[in-house]
Protein backbone atom coordinates (compact mmCIF):
# COMPACT_ATOMS: atom_id res chain seq x y z
CA UNK A 1 0.00 0.00 0.00
CA UNK A 2 1.26 3.48 -1.27
CA UNK A 3 1.85 6.12 1.41
CA UNK A 4 -0.81 8.76 0.65
CA UNK A 5 1.30 11.44 2.23
CA UNK A 6 2.99 13.01 -0.79
CA UNK A 7 -0.83 13.67 -2.00
CA UNK A 8 -1.42 15.40 1.22
CA UNK A 9 1.44 17.22 1.32
CA UNK A 10 0.79 18.49 -2.77
CA UNK A 11 -2.61 19.51 -0.97
CA UNK A 12 -1.77 21.57 1.48
CA UNK A 13 0.85 23.28 -0.52
CA UNK A 14 -2.01 23.92 -3.44
CA UNK A 15 -3.98 25.41 -0.96
CA UNK A 16 -1.72 27.79 0.54
CA UNK A 17 -0.53 28.89 -3.20
CA UNK A 18 -4.21 29.97 -3.42
CA UNK A 19 -4.60 31.35 -0.43
CA UNK A 20 -1.51 34.09 -0.79
CA UNK A 21 -3.71 34.91 -3.71
CA UNK A 22 -6.66 35.77 -2.27
CA UNK A 23 -5.55 37.01 1.71
CA UNK A 24 -5.33 40.86 0.84
CA UNK A 25 -8.27 40.83 -1.56
CA UNK A 26 -10.72 44.11 -0.74
CA UNK A 27 -14.54 43.16 -0.88
CA UNK A 28 -14.81 44.73 -4.27
CA UNK A 29 -12.03 42.10 -5.54
CA UNK A 30 -13.53 39.27 -3.83
CA UNK A 31 -17.06 40.27 -5.72
CA UNK A 32 -15.09 39.90 -9.34
CA UNK A 33 -17.16 37.57 -11.64
CA UNK A 34 -14.80 34.29 -12.31
CA UNK A 35 -15.20 32.53 -15.82
CA UNK A 36 -17.49 30.45 -13.99
CA UNK A 37 -21.68 31.73 -14.78
CA UNK A 38 -22.44 33.18 -12.20
CA UNK A 39 -19.70 32.90 -9.46
CA UNK A 40 -17.25 35.38 -7.49
CA UNK A 41 -14.11 35.31 -6.43
CA UNK A 42 -16.55 34.49 -2.76
CA UNK A 43 -18.43 31.85 -4.91
CA UNK A 44 -15.02 29.51 -5.84
CA UNK A 45 -13.92 29.58 -1.82
CA UNK A 46 -17.21 29.21 -0.67
CA UNK A 47 -17.51 26.20 -3.05
CA UNK A 48 -14.13 25.00 -1.51
CA UNK A 49 -15.39 25.58 1.77
CA UNK A 50 -18.40 23.31 1.41
CA UNK A 51 -16.52 20.52 -0.17
CA UNK A 52 -14.43 20.42 2.62
CA UNK A 53 -16.32 20.22 5.14
CA UNK A 54 -18.22 17.45 3.05
CA UNK A 55 -15.10 15.35 2.62
CA UNK A 56 -14.41 16.39 6.80
CA UNK A 57 -17.88 14.87 7.36
CA UNK A 58 -17.58 11.74 5.31
CA UNK A 59 -14.22 11.05 6.68
CA UNK A 60 -15.19 11.63 10.52
CA UNK A 61 -18.84 11.52 10.70
CA UNK A 62 -20.55 8.79 8.25
CA UNK A 63 -24.09 9.38 9.65
CA UNK A 64 -23.60 13.31 9.17
CA UNK A 65 -22.56 12.85 5.82
CA UNK A 66 -25.13 10.17 4.66
CA UNK A 67 -27.74 12.68 6.53
CA UNK A 68 -25.61 15.36 3.55
CA UNK A 69 -26.60 13.30 0.62
CA UNK A 70 -30.14 12.64 1.63
CA UNK A 71 -30.47 16.35 1.50
CA UNK A 72 -28.75 16.69 -1.82
CA UNK A 73 -30.99 14.46 -3.32
CA UNK A 74 -33.94 16.29 -2.77
CA UNK A 75 -32.33 19.20 -4.98
CA UNK A 76 -30.04 17.24 -7.30
CA UNK A 77 -29.41 19.91 -9.90
CA UNK A 78 -28.88 22.88 -7.40
CA UNK A 79 -27.33 21.69 -4.10
CA UNK A 80 -23.81 22.55 -5.26
CA UNK A 81 -25.08 26.39 -5.97
CA UNK A 82 -27.14 26.37 -2.65
CA UNK A 83 -23.85 26.22 -1.18
CA UNK A 84 -21.63 28.47 -2.96
CA UNK A 85 -24.05 30.92 -2.68
CA UNK A 86 -24.59 30.53 1.04
CA UNK A 87 -20.90 30.77 1.46
CA UNK A 88 -20.38 33.60 -1.08
CA UNK A 89 -22.97 35.68 1.23
CA UNK A 90 -20.30 35.76 4.45
CA UNK A 91 -18.08 38.52 4.97
CA UNK A 92 -14.98 38.24 3.28
CA UNK A 93 -13.23 38.04 6.03
CA UNK A 94 -15.99 35.45 7.32
CA UNK A 95 -15.82 33.16 4.95
CA UNK A 96 -12.03 33.30 4.68
CA UNK A 97 -11.38 31.65 7.69
CA UNK A 98 -13.89 29.24 7.16
CA UNK A 99 -12.14 27.73 4.45
CA UNK A 100 -8.75 27.67 6.12
CA UNK A 101 -10.45 26.02 9.46
CA UNK A 102 -12.05 23.51 7.18
CA UNK A 103 -8.71 22.41 4.83
CA UNK A 104 -7.14 22.12 8.23
CA UNK A 105 -9.00 19.68 9.96
CA UNK A 106 -9.73 18.14 6.58
CA UNK A 107 -5.77 17.72 6.19
CA UNK A 108 -5.38 16.58 9.68
CA UNK A 109 -8.28 13.79 9.73
CA UNK A 110 -6.81 12.58 6.45
CA UNK A 111 -3.53 12.06 7.58
CA UNK A 112 -4.87 10.39 11.30
CA UNK A 113 -6.95 8.04 9.23
CA UNK A 114 -5.43 4.61 8.79
CA UNK A 115 -4.18 3.91 5.28
CA UNK A 116 -6.34 2.01 3.48
CA UNK A 117 -9.25 3.01 4.90
CA UNK A 118 -12.36 3.91 2.15
CA UNK A 119 -14.42 6.77 3.08
CA UNK A 120 -18.46 7.46 1.93
CA UNK A 121 -18.68 9.81 -1.32
CA UNK A 122 -21.01 10.91 -3.72
CA UNK A 123 -20.37 7.58 -5.39
CA UNK A 124 -18.66 4.86 -4.77
CA UNK A 125 -16.71 4.78 -1.59
CA UNK A 126 -13.22 6.98 -1.89
CA UNK A 127 -9.54 6.54 0.21
CA UNK A 128 -7.98 9.12 1.55
CA UNK A 129 -5.29 9.54 -1.07
CA UNK A 130 -8.24 9.68 -3.70
CA UNK A 131 -9.77 12.30 -1.71
CA UNK A 132 -7.13 14.24 -1.38
CA UNK A 133 -6.40 14.05 -5.25
CA UNK A 134 -9.76 14.98 -5.84
CA UNK A 135 -9.60 17.93 -3.43
CA UNK A 136 -6.24 19.19 -4.99
CA UNK A 137 -7.79 19.34 -8.61
CA UNK A 138 -10.76 21.46 -7.49
CA UNK A 139 -8.68 23.59 -5.59
CA UNK A 140 -6.22 24.12 -8.71
CA UNK A 141 -8.94 24.22 -10.97
CA UNK A 142 -11.28 26.87 -9.52
CA UNK A 143 -8.01 28.81 -8.36
CA UNK A 144 -7.28 29.15 -11.94
CA UNK A 145 -10.58 30.81 -12.59
CA UNK A 146 -9.74 33.12 -9.60
CA UNK A 147 -6.67 33.95 -11.13
CA UNK A 148 -8.25 34.46 -14.19
CA UNK A 149 -11.01 37.14 -12.46
CA UNK A 150 -7.92 38.87 -10.76
CA UNK A 151 -6.12 39.28 -14.26
CA UNK A 152 -3.12 36.78 -12.45
CA UNK A 153 -1.02 34.06 -14.32
CA UNK A 154 -0.51 30.94 -12.12
CA UNK A 155 3.18 29.24 -12.56
CA UNK A 156 2.03 25.47 -12.78
CA UNK A 157 4.00 23.56 -10.70
CA UNK A 158 4.10 19.03 -10.93
CA UNK A 159 1.66 19.17 -8.48
CA UNK A 160 -0.41 18.99 -11.74
CA UNK A 161 0.76 14.98 -11.66
CA UNK A 162 -2.58 14.48 -9.89
CA UNK A 163 -4.74 15.88 -11.31
CA UNK A 164 -3.41 14.61 -15.16
CA UNK A 165 -3.95 10.98 -12.87
CA UNK A 166 -7.64 11.58 -12.80
CA UNK A 167 -7.77 13.39 -16.46
CA UNK A 168 -6.33 9.66 -17.21
CA UNK A 169 -8.91 7.79 -14.72
CA UNK A 170 -11.94 9.42 -15.79
CA UNK A 171 -11.46 8.39 -19.46
CA UNK A 172 -14.06 5.62 -19.41
CA UNK A 173 -16.32 7.95 -17.12
CA UNK A 174 -16.30 10.94 -19.65
CA UNK A 175 -17.47 8.75 -22.29
CA UNK A 176 -20.11 7.29 -20.08
CA UNK A 177 -21.74 10.71 -18.79
CA UNK A 178 -22.20 11.38 -22.88
CA UNK A 179 -23.72 8.31 -23.67
CA UNK A 180 -21.54 6.77 -25.76
CA UNK A 181 -18.94 3.67 -25.57
CA UNK A 182 -16.03 3.68 -23.63
CA UNK A 183 -12.79 2.93 -26.32
CA UNK A 184 -12.29 -0.85 -25.74
CA UNK A 185 -8.41 -0.69 -25.45
CA UNK A 186 -5.88 1.29 -23.62
CA UNK A 187 -4.46 4.88 -24.42
CA UNK A 188 -1.05 5.72 -24.49
CA UNK A 189 -0.92 9.07 -22.64
CA UNK A 190 2.47 10.75 -22.58
CA UNK A 191 2.85 14.40 -21.18
CA UNK A 192 5.58 17.04 -20.62
CA UNK A 193 5.43 17.87 -16.93
CA UNK A 194 5.98 21.75 -16.18
CA UNK A 195 9.84 20.77 -14.90
CA UNK A 196 9.86 19.06 -18.14
CA UNK A 197 9.80 14.84 -17.03
CA UNK A 198 7.87 13.05 -18.86
CA UNK A 199 4.62 11.28 -17.50
CA UNK A 200 3.43 8.04 -19.64
CA UNK A 201 0.48 6.07 -18.85
CA UNK A 202 -0.89 3.08 -20.82
CA UNK A 203 0.75 0.56 -23.07
CA UNK A 204 3.97 2.25 -25.32
CA UNK A 205 2.70 0.54 -28.44
CA UNK A 206 -1.01 1.87 -27.97
CA UNK A 207 -2.53 2.70 -31.84
CA UNK A 208 -4.40 5.24 -29.93
CA UNK A 209 -2.49 8.42 -28.59
CA UNK A 210 -2.71 11.30 -26.39
CA UNK A 211 0.39 13.76 -26.24
CA UNK A 212 1.70 17.53 -25.28
CA UNK A 213 1.84 19.52 -22.52
CA UNK A 214 1.15 18.07 -18.61
CA UNK A 215 -0.71 21.38 -18.13
CA UNK A 216 -2.50 21.58 -21.38
CA UNK A 217 -4.28 17.98 -20.81
CA UNK A 218 -5.38 19.27 -16.97
CA UNK A 219 -7.18 22.47 -18.84
CA UNK A 220 -8.15 20.18 -20.94
CA UNK A 221 -9.81 17.38 -18.63
CA UNK A 222 -10.65 20.29 -16.24
CA UNK A 223 -12.75 21.73 -18.79
CA UNK A 224 -10.65 25.20 -18.27
CA UNK A 225 -9.60 25.69 -21.55
CA UNK A 226 -10.94 24.89 -25.43
CA UNK A 227 -9.31 22.14 -27.06
CA UNK A 228 -8.30 24.58 -29.75
CA UNK A 229 -6.47 27.01 -27.43
CA UNK A 230 -4.38 23.48 -26.66
CA UNK A 231 -0.99 22.49 -27.76
CA UNK A 232 -2.37 18.77 -27.46
CA UNK A 233 -2.25 16.14 -30.33
CA UNK A 234 -4.68 13.15 -30.44
CA UNK A 235 -4.20 9.91 -32.29
CA UNK A 236 -7.01 8.21 -33.13
CA UNK A 237 -10.82 8.07 -33.43
CA UNK A 238 -11.12 7.42 -29.75
CA UNK A 239 -8.58 9.80 -28.74
CA UNK A 240 -9.36 12.79 -30.62
CA UNK A 241 -12.81 12.34 -29.07
CA UNK A 242 -11.76 12.09 -26.06
CA UNK A 243 -10.51 15.69 -26.27
CA UNK A 244 -14.06 17.08 -26.53
CA UNK A 245 -15.90 15.32 -24.27
CA UNK A 246 -12.55 15.06 -21.22
CA UNK A 247 -13.80 15.96 -17.79
CA UNK A 248 -12.42 14.99 -14.44
CA UNK A 249 -15.44 16.30 -11.98
CA UNK A 250 -18.00 14.17 -10.78
CA UNK A 251 -22.03 14.86 -12.88
CA UNK A 252 -23.30 15.68 -15.90
CA UNK A 253 -21.32 16.75 -18.54
CA UNK A 254 -19.70 20.36 -18.60
CA UNK A 255 -20.76 22.99 -21.16
CA UNK A 256 -16.79 23.41 -20.79
CA UNK A 257 -15.05 26.86 -22.61
CA UNK A 258 -15.38 28.21 -25.45
CA UNK A 259 -12.20 28.72 -28.05
CA UNK A 260 -10.13 31.81 -27.49
CA UNK A 261 -8.21 31.58 -30.30
CA UNK A 262 -5.89 30.07 -32.64
CA UNK A 263 -3.60 27.56 -30.60
CA UNK A 264 -0.77 27.95 -28.18
Known sequence: MSDPTPVFDDLRDESEELDRLIAE??????????PAPGWSVAHQIAHLAWTDHSALLAVTDAEAFRTLVEKAL??????????????????????????RE????????????????????YGPPTSGA?????????????????????GVVRTPTDRLRHVVW???????????????????????????SPSGEVWAYGPEDAPQRVTGPALDFCLLVAQRAHRSDLALRA?????DRWFDIAQVFAGPPGAGRAPKGAAR
Open 25 to 34: LSPEQWALAT
Open 74 to 99: VTPGSFVDDGAEEGAALPPAELLARW
Open 102 to 121: GRTALDTALREAPHGTKFPW
Open 130 to 150: SMATARLMETWAHGLDIAEAL
Open 166 to 192: IGVRTRDFAFSVHGLPAPSDPFRVELV
Open 235 to 239: EGPDA
